[in-house]
């Protein structure tokens, strides 16, 4: 989901967290959407107007009087907007929107209102449970009001538990989830993603350089759009995308395990994991000590997980994909592996180049189709390549 040239309206409410909203404002200007910013006069007890506007180079608003401007702006920011993120929303401000309160000009704008409002409640713990806090959420659920649950830890005011305000990504990614084409509701996907490591003894392993974020951007795409996500990875450090479920494995053959019992339900299949294609012979059951005379490694062939789904495929379903990284011959060889994996569409990828492949954030890839047609997509994200790669396959089960 790309943000560009979308109209986003961040409010501000008084809380120790809006310190945390100028964050947020980065990383949407980053993603190059239009950013307006509305406080209330106790949020800039807190951050000072100037630093909104410096962030997202637009004036700010904070009183509801006293402007030169003739534009009835309580009116047109909530109905000219994509959407409105009140990032904190404290207790009083969620109980003032509950009940139809608009005594400044965010709560005013809130209640003229057309576009799609995300609430981000932060506060202490026993406020957040309090029964009339949680009474007002529900009723503000009730009216469509999306509230992203606060995440827990410790809190500014020392307390511990559920409260404080999510990091900016994760609030950007709900963002993206809200404002995404819902055009693969009903479609279950199976994606893996990273590397697997393959244990040689309990401290050492066997790995390659793929951190994850490919198959990741995929699960997190195909989520945002509407549908159910099994992501299945190797090792990364990458936090779950929002929502999908979530299974860690160490090694190819427990992937490939997950992978065999999760993919018959699923309409698609998307392997971008990096798989060892070897594994040692046996794992030492202490650690190897060196010794004088040089060390051999008996190494043995992992099972081809996705030549394996290919082979049990049958009918239409479940749509298949496979990455091919390559350092030579790029499509001769994806061209191979599409034909002896029975696949439906291969992602090539040159993971020679410095800009695309592992661990960047960008990728170029060469899509290739069963009836040999080739798509070449240039240097872009991996988000939108995830995306493209999903209008593909959005084609072929539809196409069948
Ligand atoms: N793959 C797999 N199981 C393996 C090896 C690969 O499921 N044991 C999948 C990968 O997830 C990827 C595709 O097969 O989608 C191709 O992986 P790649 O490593 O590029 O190719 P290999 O088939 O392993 O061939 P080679 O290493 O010889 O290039």
Redesign the pocket.
């Known amino acids: 989901m790309n943000l560009k040239g979308k109209k986003v309206v961040v409010g501000v409410t008084g809380g120790i967290a809006a310190y945390k909203a100028a964050e947020l404002v980065r990383v949407l200007v980053r993603e190059e959407a239009e950013v307006k910013v509305a406080m209330t006069r106790n949020a800039t007890e807190f951050v000072t107007p100037l630093t909104f506007q410096a962030l997202s180079g637009n004036p700010v608003i904070w009183e509801m009087f006293g402007r030169e401007s003739g534009d009835m702006e309580h009116i047109a920011w909530g109905q000219q907007s994509d959407i409105i993120v009140i990032a904190p929303a404290t207790a009083n401000f969620i109980g003032k929107v509950a009940s139809g309160i608009a005594d400044d000009f965010l709560s005013t704008m809130l209640l003229a209102a057309t576009a799609p409002v995300l609430l981000c409640p932060a506060m202490n713990v026993k406020m957040y449970e309090n029964q009339v806090v949680q009474e007002n959420m529900a009723r503000l659920r009730k009216r469509g009001i999306e509230i992203m649950e606060p995440s827990e830890g410790q809190l500014a005011c020392r307390a511990e538990g559920r409260g404080r305000l999510p990091d900016p990504g994760a609030i950007l990614e709900h963002i993206k989830s809200m404002l995404a084409p819902k055009d693969l509701v009903g479609c279950k996907f199976l994606v893996?993603a990273g590397p697997t490591i393959e244990p040689i003894d309990p401290v050492r392993f066997i790995t390659n350089h793929s951190s994850g974020k490919m198959g990741f951007a995929l699960a997190r795409a195909a989520r945002q759009r509407g549908a159910e996500v099994i992501l299945v990875s190797g090792p990364t450090g990458l936090v779950p995308p929002e929502g999908t479920r979530f299974f860690e494995v160490r090694t190819?053959l427990e992937m490939k395990d997950l992978v065999l019992q999760k993919a018959p339900q699923c309409d698609a299949v998307i392997?971008?994991?990096?798989?060892s294609?070897y594994r040692p012979k046996s794992q030492a059951q202490q650690k190897l000590k060196k010794g004088k005379q040089k060390l051999t490694l008996d190494l043995v062939r992992?099972?081809?997980?996705?030549a394996e789904l290919g082979k049990m495929k049958q009918g239409p379903r479940p749509v298949l994909v496979?990455?091919?990284?390559e350092t030579q011959d790029l499509l001769a060889?994806a061209k191979k592996?599409l034909k002896a994996?029975n696949l439906d569409m291969v992602v090539a990828n040159d993971v020679s180049r410095p800009d695309a492949g592992f661990q960047v954030d960008t990728n170029a890839v060469k899509l290739i189709f069963k009836d040999g047609r080739i798509e070449e997509l240039p240097l872009m994200s991996k988000e939108e390549v995830a995306n493209q790669i999903l209008d593909q396959v959005k084609a072929l089960m539809e196409a069948v």
């Open positions: 893996t190819a392997k971008a994991a990096a798989v294609d992992n099972p081809d997980i996705l496979g990455f091919a990284a060889n592996k994996k």
